[in-house]
């Protein structure tokens, strides 16, 4: 099929886009919500084809679909792109080929030579439009205002159903956060490393599990207060977290103790990481009232780069590492790395 040369592009798309994203909607699984929705519509109008679909820079994705195997379309050739153009009102074409704007469109001279198309925008509460919910028929038909209405209906169910899946993603999130540091708890490394973890069962791929102390940290909390020690924590956090690449995770698993998951990361890689944290994190760290604090710093590091037989055996060489570099140099700093092979 041939894409058609161009689209109408919304005057806010920018705007429009980063509300679409801001859903974490895109590429995901299907869901009973949203398939409900286009059962409904299908049955509700008595049209072949139904779809909950949403409008990204490029193309058109479908979050739901019936009487339809593609995931999504060019965005070129997507009646949703002349749709949302007019947010406050369904867009109504009952018989495409009739319509300049689509007479030529591949959808239409082409299998499956769609003849009628009835689109409601999906607009969130900031009046942004992220798709639609459509139906399609393969042959020209009318289209009451009583139909319009109920389009708009299950347009506005669509808008609840993504904002429930929004909070239930946020309220997961802050489940697996650590509410001092604001970066991962224990919770989302232990998921994190289970995923890496049989991901390389079944690739090959290396990745690392990093341990990292803090030394002299209780010396902080008695000399300067708990309150001192939390700024510590926050600014530690931080400062690792600028040396990790983006899709690896960092946590603190409790106390002053953090642990990394690095993905794609052999030994060479895992101990240039340790070094950096090695060198970064015992430096000064300026607390609110001026007072410099300073901490060492002992990583425990295992890299794994064939099958192991479980997590917890290289997560347990891990802390045997760490645990290695603190009786090695009690509160200053030092670097242990396993590497673990089957």
Not at 35 to 52: C, E, L, S, W
Not at 323 to 338: M, N, Q, T, W
Request: with cysteine; glycine share 6%; proline share 4%.
């Amino acid at each position: 099929m041939t894409a058609a040369p161009s689209c109408p592009i919304p005057s806010n798309e920018s705007l429009r886009l980063a509300a679409v994203h801001s859903y974490e909607v895109l590429d995901s699984e299907p869901e009973l919500e949203f398939d409900a929705i286009t059962r409904v519509a299908a049955h509700m109008f008595g049209a072949p084809i139904a779809v909950v679909a949403l409008l990204d820079s490029d193309r058109l994705w479908f979050k739901s679909k019936l009487g339809i195997e593609l995931p999504e379309i060019d965005r070129r050739i997507a009646f949703c792109a002349h749709a949302i153009m007019q947010p406050d009102r369904p867009l109504i074409i009952e018989d495409l080929s009739a319509d300049a704007r689509f007479a030529d469109n591949p959808l239409v001279v082409s299998p499956p030579h769609v003849r009628f198309y009835a689109g409601a925008p999906i607009v969130d509460p900031d009046s942004q439009a992220l798709g639609t919910v459509a139906v399609i028929d393969v042959r020209t038909r009318s289209f009451s205002d009583e139909q319009r209405a109920a389009l708009v209906d299950l347009s506005s169910l669509v808008v609840t159903a993504l904002q429930a899946r929004r909070r239930a993603l946020q309220l997961a999130r802050l489940a697996m956060t650590d509410h001092l540091t604001g970066i991962a708890n224990r919770a989302r490394f232990e998921q994190v490393l289970n995923s890496e973890f049989n991901q390389a069962k079944r690739s090959g791929d290396s990745f690392a599990v990093l341990l990292v102390d803090l030394n002299g940290f209780k010396s902080v909390n008695d000399t300067y207060g708990h309150a001192a020690g939390d700024e510590v924590l926050r600014e530690t956090a931080k400062r690792i977290e600028q040396l990790v690449r983006r899709g690896d995770t960092l946590a603190r698993l409790g106390g002053d103790e953090f642990g990394l998951v690095v993905r794609s990361a052999d030994t060479r890689a895992t101990a240039a990481l340790t070094s950096r944290i090695q060198n970064v994190v015992p430096r000064g760290i300026t607390l609110a009232d001026g007072t410099v604090a300073s901490v060492g710093v002992s990583v425990g590091a295992a890299t794994y780069k064939r099958e192991m037989p479980s997590v917890d055996m290289m997560l347990g060489h891990a802390d045997e590492a760490l645990y290695e570099a603190k009786e090695r140099l009690g509160d200053s700093a030092e670097i242990v790395l396993r590497t673990l092979r089957s």
